[in-house]
């Protein structure tokens, strides 16, 4: 059911390097969002989307960057990666004023930084 | 304001019995209420949701009892089973401003056979 989908699903990376998860829903939604999920379960909010060309730091303050150059693409950026980046991240998409709101969820990105 | 408070934090049952998850939450502003299941390795879906017009929703095995005067609502897993053990989000949004989902800290649920 779930049209959303996340690359890589597992990641390893040194410390210092250049990282970029991918993010994708065919699904025509408006809205975008991105969500670190740390081991304790918590999802915290770090980036979300309205649309083209707008995006809105979450509550979580996080080091990362994204862009939403195109309706289905909302792609993760961390410039410089470190061990505090090492969680899961999860990428969700919903439509605005759809009757039954709901969250896509994709299956994430479990990203460890050595 | 913007939190939504959820226990328990861990919830253990047998096999037909009931198992309940309660949140609370502080912003009245808030005017959609569902709840996530997580299964390991896989991202939230959505399970059961509710608005604040009613105080009870339900589909099949699963209720919503929602209380606005408390600003509570809680999730009850009639006859349980070892299939549901999974982690359980409760969330809220408004429609409102931002559109952000609020979720809460979240409850492993573990149904024993």
């Known amino acids: 059911e779930a049209d959303i989908y996340q690359t890589p699903r597992y990641l390893v990376i040194g410390t210092g390097k250049k990282i970029t998860l991918e993010c994708s829903q065919t699904m025509g939604h408006d809205k975008m969002y991105w969500y670190q999920q740390d081991p304790g379960m918590e999802l915290h909010l770090i980036h979300y989307s309205y649309g083209v060309n707008s995006t809105e730091k979450g509550d979580l303050s996080s080091e990362s960057t994204v862009s939403r150059i195109r309706t289905e693409h909302f792609p993760l950026t961390l410039e410089s990666a470190r061990p505090s980046h090492t969680s899961q991240y999860l990428c969700?998409?919903?439509?605005?004023?759809?009757?039954?709101?709901?969250?896509?969820f994709g299956s994430g990105t479990q990203l460890s930084v050595l | 304001q913007q939190q939504v408070k959820q226990s328990p934090q861990s919830l253990i049952v047998q096999k037909g019995g009931i198992s309940i998850i309660n949140c609370a939450y502080e912003n009245t502003a808030f005017d959609y209420f569902p709840w996530y299941q997580q299964f390991p390795g896989k991202g939230p879906a959505l399970l059961i949701a509710i608005r604040p017009d009613v105080s009870e929703k339900k589909e099949g095995r699963f209720t919503i009892s929602f209380n606005k005067s408390a600003k509570q609502f809680s999730l009850h897993i009639m006859d349980s089973q070892p299939g549901d053990s999974a982690t359980y989000f409760c969330?809220?949004?408004?429609?409102?401003?931002?559109?952000?989902?609020?979720f809460g800290t979240g409850t492993r649920l573990k149904v024993l056979a």
């Open positions: 969330a809220a949004s408004m429609k409102a401003g931002t559109y952000k989902y609020i």
């Open positions: 969700a998409s919903t439509n605005i004023g759809q009757p039954n709101e709901k969250l896509f």
